[in-house]
């Protein structure tokens, strides 16, 4: 069974500093992969996703993510973060094929000032 | 174009109470699904559906019934509220899940408390 695990719950940085948001997904057939937003009180936003191309593929908000195929993994980085930013990111997967969107457990980003 | 709508966004049920979250997606999507989320458990999806008159369950369909009669819309029934129910729900759609390129777009979320 496909899982992902997002290796960091929370997430404490300074402004305007760089961040790098952890994803690892198990499965061994091809995948789809996503990073979402939510803001306190609110639905899921798509930052961005990897279907197939480039593995490096570039969102909204100045956010990236890279997909490393032999790691398995599927990070989120932004080079300079803000207080708009505070939120918790998902990330999650879909089996090539499937119907069903497999979501990580969270990771809260905290920004500081 | 609303989008997902669900309501409601807030209820407070009773142990044993029965209650239906409503969906509904005005975009013509073939997928449908229903996730709840629990802290430190991101998102578990409860129930999808593929097309009108077809359900499959998720992860977590325990104490939950859905439907699919029409396209646009997508209940999920709480027989008999239990406060382990105790959630934020989200409803999600898409054209087909499966197909590459596809956004799924999700609905703002229901509060719900089981005392």
């Known amino acids: 069974a496909q899982s992902v695990t997002q290796l960091d719950s929370q997430v404490p940085v300074f402004e305007e500093a760089p961040v790098e948001l952890r994803c690892n997904y198990s499965?061994?057939?091809?995948?789809?992969l996503f990073w979402y937003v939510q803001y306190p009180n609110q639905g899921l936003q798509l930052l961005l996703k990897y279907l197939s191309g480039s593995t490096l593929v570039k969102g909204i908000n100045g956010f990236e993510a890279e997909f490393n195929k032999s790691q398995t993994s599927f990070h989120l980085r932004k080079p300079s973060v803000h207080i708009s930013d505070t939120a918790e990111y998902f990330c999650?997967?879909?089996?090539?094929?499937?119907?069903?969107?497999?979501f990580g457990q969270g990771t809260r980003l905290t920004i500081n000032p | 174009n609303a989008g997902v709508t669900q309501t409601p966004k807030f209820q407070v049920l009773k142990t044993g109470q029965s209650m239906t979250l409503q969906c509904a997606q005005d975009m013509n999507h073939e997928y449908m699904s229903w996730y709840r989320q629990d802290p430190g458990m991101g998102l578990r999806l409860i129930h999808y559906s593929v097309g009108a008159g077809i359900t499959d369950q998720g992860e977590v369909p325990n104490g939950y019934n859905v439907s699919r009669s029409t396209t646009e819309d997508f209940p999920l029934r709480l027989l008999s509220a239990a406060p382990s129910q105790t959630s934020v729900y989200f409803c999600a759609s898409s054209y087909s899940l499966s197909l590459s390129g596809n956004t799924i777009y999700f609905g703002e979320g229901s509060w719900l408390t089981v005392v």
């Open positions: 999650a997967v879909i089996i090539q094929g499937a119907q069903k969107l497999v």
């Open positions: 499965s061994s057939v091809s995948v789809y």
